[in-house]
């Protein structure tokens, strides 16, 4: 079983900036696509940013040029760093990782909280 594990969420006035962590269980990445999602209230969960074992990143189109995914490898953890942060922004934010050949396969953290007040 995969453990992630979040932190780095909190109140953030608009136009401010967070790095959310993803600390995992995972000795290495190289099986697997490391992802953020998000879910407001009311709403679906949705994909937010993701990245390849070959640093391939994908972003969804609202956040694109405000947020970067990254990971390091050496201290097995996922990051995202927001950048001018709107609110709808505002979320509980999940670190996910998936079995990049067997996408049915995959794991959640337990999620994170960020507020962006309007």
């Known amino acids: 079983q995969v453990q992630l594990v979040e932190s780095g969420g909190g109140l953030v006035q608009p136009g401010g900036s967070l790095r959310l962590s993803c600390v995992t269980s995972?000795?290495?990445?190289?099986?697997?696509?490391m992802g953020w999602y998000r879910q407001a209230p009311g709403k679906q969960r949705e994909l937010v940013a993701d990245i390849t074992s070959s640093t391939i990143t994908n972003y969804a189109d609202s956040v694109k040029g405000r947020f970067t995914i990254s990971t390091d490898n050496a201290k097995n953890t996922v990051y995202l760093q927001m950048n001018s942060l709107k609110p709808d922004d505002t979320a509980v934010y999940y670190c996910?990782?998936?079995?990049?050949?067997?996408?049915?396969?995959?794991?959640w953290g337990q999620g994170t909280q960020v507020t962006v007040p309007s």
């Open positions: 995972l000795t290495s990445f190289s099986r697997y696509t």
């Open positions: 996910n990782a998936r079995v990049t050949i067997i996408p049915t396969i995959r794991y």
